[in-house]
């Protein structure tokens, strides 16, 4: 299809003017009459130019990208553009006041502004990199402006991202991930989705990609273009555009997008859907996604030690005598309020109670709207009889590589990474029989602090003979807050039989053998060759 500027230059529109003078000092102020205003391509970008009507160096130029046209009157208008000062790297506004010889030059002239800005947003290629679009960003619309603030501070600092970094099983894998499939790279325009440090673009650039695009938006931005200029023979093939994806406009198309939006519990942060948003406005048709999709794992847990240890906290406000005040009135709600944080943690795949399910997000298919409520209902049998204290919950997600597909998983049992494992505990425990039927329903609300409100629900079916004609006979519920966890940031414990509690069986943390679903491999198979690959990759980093 041929350009809007293609066509634009075909007939580069001009109006006559009374006069066009910019906003500025009367000292310094530039006043052209008559003028003329011609609408025009530059260099493959549409600009709008003022100058005299008799051929002359005086010229107002305005970049269409960011301007702005207001009407003052019916023959006099003002149209405000961003302008940088260079030297100083400093952003502002000039302004350039225009009038018309009548209302009906008026009336054409806003006209044609209004179309070549249409021409502009409709055609994403011809903003430079980095340029934000004229419409109103879905982020802003939904985020909480301080939660935003606090989120790109956080990630804007390099020792969070080396705590990222030093995950040698999340970078391992996805280093592994992306030279494994080269062919899906080698000659490739790439979308690099919140790129952070820019490793990942790195990584990309490696594999032989044509170009990168290193989307991010928070103050790493900066660092990444210092990362990636110190490997020269990478980052001649890696652009960093600083800002969101819902609001930055990239020259092209990708083939495909690569990324690390997942959170705690896979969907903490709300990045996904910036994932998804990425591959809606940025990804060729039948372009790939790494990570492919993803899987939330639950099964329920019994851990006596995590339930004492939870309820013990609130016993400070059962004093009856602090400093002369009694503090009970506030025990109730000190106890339920422990319990509305969800438990981060490494735990013994042991303390599973019944074998796993799993809820599977499609990144290439879901839709943005799909994130904002995800509703999982639970069914499970139990494997031996206990008190179950919650349901635990785990990720894995898959790079659907069309060499080699592999996983990168969270499972307990499995190598411990930064997302650890996390824990709905329930202020009241339910009791279960081998054999017994555990039935409920997890339900995530998505909320604008970029999290998760978790409505739990638990329950114990009928156990044994005319099971089928009876129903709940005991249930709990809770309500969590994603967004405020309780980190509790210990390898996992040699754990002791209580006295009223059997051995448990080994349980598998997940079933893989789903014919829907490639099978992941063993936690440490190829761990070897992966950690030696990665090392290598380090080094020659480090040596370009």
């Known amino acids: 299809m041929e350009s809007s500027v293609a066509e634009a230059a075909k007939k580069q529109q001009e109006f006559a003017l009374a006069s066009a003078s910019e906003l500025a000092s009367l000292s310094s102020s530039t006043t052209l009459a008559p003028a003329v205003a011609r609408f025009s391509p530059e260099d493959g970008v549409a600009e709008l130019r003022f100058q005299q009507e008799a051929e002359s160096d005086a010229r107002l130029n305005v970049d269409l990208q960011t301007a702005k046209l207001f009407k003052l009157g019916p023959v006099q208008s003002v149209c405000i553009t961003e302008s940088s000062d260079t030297d100083e790297e400093k952003s502002y506004s000039r302004g350039v006041t225009i009038r018309f010889n009548n209302e009906e030059e008026s009336a054409a002239f806003h006209h044609a502004f209004e179309q070549w800005k249409k021409d502009l947003v409709d055609q994403g290629q011809k903003l430079p990199n980095g340029e934000l679009s004229s419409t109103k960003s879905k982020f802003d619309d939904k985020i909480e402006p301080s939660s935003a603030k606090m989120y790109f501070h956080y990630y804007g600092q390099l020792l969070h991202q080396q705590n990222m970094l030093q995950d040698y099983v999340r970078t391992g894998t996805y280093y592994a991930a992306v030279i494994e499939n080269r062919v899906d790279f ?107 999709l993803g899987r939330i794992h639950m099964a329920p847990f019994s851990d006596e030690y995590l339930f004492v240890e939870i309820a013990n906290k609130a016993l400070f406000w059962q004093q009856q005598n602090y400093y002369g005040v009694d503090l009970q009135p506030l025990y109730g709600s000190a106890f339920q309020g422990y319990f509305s944080q969800p438990v981060v943690d490494a735990f013994d795949p042991r303390l599973l109670v019944a074998p796993s399910m799993s809820h599977v997000i499609d990144f290439t298919k879901t839709s943005e709207e799909d994130l904002y409520e995800i509703d999982i209902p639970l069914r499970f049998t139990a494997a031996v009889g206990t008190r179950v204290h919650g349901l635990a919950c785990w990720f894995d997600v898959l790079f659907d590589g069309s060499t080699v597909q592999r996983w990168l998983t969270t499972a307990p049992g499995a190598p411990t990474t930064h997302w650890y494992q996390l824990r709905c505990v329930l202020s009241q425990p339910i009791y279960v029989m081998a054999g017994q039927e555990i039935t409920g329903r997890l339900h995530m609300v998505a909320h604008n602090s970029q999290s998760y409100t978790i409505y739990l629900t638990l329950a114990a079916k009928m156990w044994g003979p005319g099971a089928e004609l009876g129903g709940i006979i005991q249930q709990s519920s809770c309500k969590l807050d994603l ?62």
Do not use: C, W
Not at 212 to 228: F, G, H, Q, T
Not at 244 to 251: A, H, S, Y
Not at 274 to 288: C, E, H, M, S, W
């Open 186 to 292: 080698n000659g490739r325009v790439v979308v690099d989705v919140g790129a952070g440090s820019g490793i990942l673009s790195l990584f990309a650039a490696q594999a032989g990609a044509k170009h990168v695009y290193a989307v991010e938006a928070s103050e790493m931005a900066d660092y990444a273009r210092k990362l990636i200029a110190g490997n020269p023979s990478l980052g001649e093939r890696i652009t960093v555009i600083k800002g969101k994806i819902e609001e930055v406009d990239l020259p092209e198309k990708a083939d495909i997008l690569i990324s690390e939006p997942m959170g705690t519990l896979l969907i903490n942060e709300r990045m996904l859907e910036t994932y998804v948003i990425a591959r809606d406005r940025f990804l060729q048709p039948n372009g790939k996604m790494f990570p492919t």
């Open 483 to 544: 967004k405020e966890p309780y980190y509790r940031m210990s390898q996992p414990q040699a754990y002791t039989i209580a006295q009223d509690q059997q051995p448990h069986q080994q349980i598998q943390t997940q079933d893989l053998d789903d014919s829907e679903f490639i099978a992941q491999p063993s936690p440490t198979s190829g761990s070897k060759i992966l950690l030696e690959e990665f090392a290598k990759s380090a080094g020659a980093l480090k040596n370009i």
